[in-house]
């Protein structure tokens, strides 16, 4: 399995901003769809964002227009950009790969990916 390492997670009060990185230990541009999910203390993992190897998107309607996932292939890194942090964005966040993953789509948020990294918390203060 690919190794994911996930860092920029910390405490931000409301309407702050955060960027969560995930790097993989291979490449994994065209090769890995790349996911984002979180799960908050007492609730279910919920899927945040995906991005495909044609850079396809799908976000949590929760999180549209306020999180951006985006990848730079040279640092086989993916990132989460957080705008606009609500409170009920506190969380463990979980960066996610899997090369069976082909398309991303909004059922992509739901699916059981291969590989796991250990997550950030992120926790915002109202």
């Known amino acids: 399995h690919i190794q994911l390492v996930e860092s920029g997670g910390g405490s931000v009060p409301t309407g702050g901003s955060l960027r969560l990185a995930c790097v993989a230990s291979?490449?994994?541009?065209?090769?890995?769809?790349m996911a984002w999910f979180r799960q908050a203390p007492g609730k279910s993992r919920e899927g945040v964002a995906a991005?495909?190897?044609?850079?396809?998107?799908a976000y949590a309607n929760s999180v549209k227009d306020r999180f951006t996932i985006s990848q730079d292939s040279d640092k086989n890194t993916t990132y989460l950009q957080m705008n606009s942090l609500k409170a009920d964005d506190t969380a463990m966040y979980y960066c996610?790969?899997?090369?069976?993953?082909?398309?991303?789509?909004?059922?992509?948020?739901?699916?059981?990916?291969?590989?796991w990294g250990q997550g950030p918390q992120v926790i915002v203060s109202a």
């Open positions: 996610a790969a899997d090369p069976f993953i082909v398309e991303v789509s909004a059922t992509t948020l739901d699916a059981n990916f291969t590989s």
């Open positions: 291979r490449y994994t541009r065209g090769v890995y769809s």
């Open positions: 991005i495909d190897n044609d850079g396809r998107t």
